[in-house]
Structures are given as C-alpha cells and as structure tokens.
C-alpha cells in the first residue's frame, strides 16, 4: 500500500497564494495538494451540501461558496504548481466531472499529466449545488450517469489511439485524443454508500467528502474495503481521509487504526501575517509531523 502520506486539501485561495503554498509544501514534505472546485457561484443557491446530514466536522462554516469565494480553475491552478515543484502530487479534491465534455476533459489531464511527470492524481465527484449545473446547461438528474459514462471515455481516450463511443449521453466517431498511454489515477469522492460502491468498483482510491469524524471515517474505511472483497478486487487501493487538526496526535491516532492516508485543511498549516510567516508555519508543521 505504500508509505503513510500527509496531504494538504486547498479551497477559497487565491491562485497566487496557493502556489506559494505548494512550493512550501514540496519542500518541506507534504505528500500532494489536492485542490476543490466549484465552476462558479449561482447567487442564492439554496441546495444544501450533502455533508450536512452528517455528525462529521464542518471544516468550512456558512455557504460553501458565497461572493467572496476564491474559485479557481484546478486544472490550470495544478499546472502551474507542478511546474513549480519537483516531488509534490498534484491533485483535483475533487474536480465536478459531469459538468464537462469527456474528451476536453481527457485532453486536458493528458497534457497535466504530461507537465507533471506522472504527479497528477484526478479526484473526481459527481457534483451536488443544482443550480451549478442549470447555469452549466447540465440536466442535474443525469449526473451521475453522465460521470460513469465520461469515466469510461476516460479510459478509452487515455488508453492511447483511435477509439469510438456510443453512449446515452455521449456519442462519437472514431477519434483520438493521444498516440500513446497515458496513466491517470482516478480517486472517487462521496461519502453516501452509492458513492462508496461506485468509488469501491470503478476508482483506484477514494477521497473523502467533508472531514469524517475519526469513527466514521473507521467506518467507511471498512465499508470501501469490504465492496472491493465482494466484487473479487484485490489491486492496490488508497482511502484519502481528511481530518480535523494537524497535530501528531490526531494523525497517530488515524495510522493506529490503518489510516495511513490523512489530508489536513491548508488554513492549519498556512497562516500568517506575511508569506514569510505562513512558510515558517508551515514548515514547523511538517517538522513536528516528522516530513521531510
């Protein structure tokens, strides 16, 4: 399964900012960036974030996106930080796929993952602010069939060559989107138990939605390992669980149980007056954690 891994989850920044973050981050030894999107704000949206039903802490208090939101474009955002950074993932957390054309989609991963090196992890989810898609001409209901049917173009688009697709909600002559193969990590998001399933099935990893409470996150842990035993899936599977504090306690407690993965929020580690404050916070983070 690999090493234990700290992680930084990103949203609200401004895009200058969380490249500076990122750079520190490389250095000092955080594991990857994983950056949250919303396309753009639907002014007095009332759909409510599937997290609210949950106990788990709320990292981010009020709207999830509001008018003073910092939105960026991820997989721009990400480019530029991997060209920045030498050893740092890069990753989307999670990146609303059914919001666009599979094959710009799969255009666009193909040249991040190319700028990277090989860094670039996709987590990806099905979306939930309804009026996001209205204003995105999306039809919400069909969401999650539109994100199982990109995924299979994905792969097929990746996979390098000419290929064909006919689907319900996508459908194409031969085309091709590379010559040669290109290697994306897919890594669900979703907390509910459709979304573990799909994640369990047709990911290599999951990443968590919200910040779990350390015993749901034990649960859904085992929830996720235990679709994969019923469907035969042996191969290598992460579970990215974001956590509440940066603290080594709270994330010895988390590997105690077999979560080697954690994500902790950037405003923990990154905060300051000046930048020079925030790198130094920073880094005092990962010494404590033992990073390097």
């Known amino acids: 399964m690999g090493s234990p891994t ?11 900012d969380l490249l500076d973050l990122a750079v520190a981050a490389d250095e000092a030894g955080f594991d990857a960036i994983w950056l949250g999107e919303h396309v753009l704000l639907p002014v007095d949206y009332d759909t409510p974030h599937p997290t609210k039903k949950e106990a788990g802490v709320q990292h981010h208090s009020g709207p ?7 939105l960026l474009e991820p997989l721009v955002e990400l480019a530029a930080i991997a060209a920045a950074t030498t050893r740092l993932r890069v990753a989307t957390g999670v990146y609303i ?20 090196r090989g860094r670039f992890m996709m987590g990806l989810g099905v979306g939930w602010l309804q009026e996001e898609f209205d204003a995105m001409d999306v039809p919400f209901v069909e969401r999650t069939r539109r994100f199982e049917e990109t995924i ?5 688009a990746w996979a390098g060559g000419p290929f064909k697709y006919g689907g319900n909600h996508f459908s194409f002559r031969e085309v091709q989107v590379t010559p040669r193969p290109t290697d994306v990590p897919l890594i669900l998001g979703g907390n509910t138990e459709r979304a ?20 749901d996150a034990r649960r859904l842990q085992h929830c996720l390992h235990a679709i994969r035993t019923r469907h ?34 950037a405003d923990q580690v990154w905060h300051g007056p000046t930048p020079e404050a925030r790198r130094e916070t920073l880094h005092a983070a990962a010494a404590a954690l033992g990073l390097g």
Do not use: K, N
């Open 232 to 265: 035969g899936l042996t191969a290598p599977f992460r579970c990215y669980f974001r956590v509440e504090g940066c603290e080594p306690a709270v994330i010895d407690h988390y590997r105690a149980a077999g979560i080697d993965d954690v994500v902790v929020w």
């Open 97 to 116: 796929l059914p919001l666009r054309h599979p094959l710009a989609t799969a255009r666009a991963v193909c040249t991040l993952q190319e700028l990277s």
């Open 6 to 16: 700290v992680g930084i989850s990103a949203y609200d920044m401004a895009a200058t």
């Open 152 to 156: 299979d173009v994905l792969r097929m």
């Open 196 to 215: 573990l399933e799909r994640a369990a099935t047709l990911g290599h990893g999951w990443f968590s939605s919200g910040t779990p409470t350390y015993d």
């Open 64 to 70: 999830i996106v509001a008018l003073d939101t910092e």
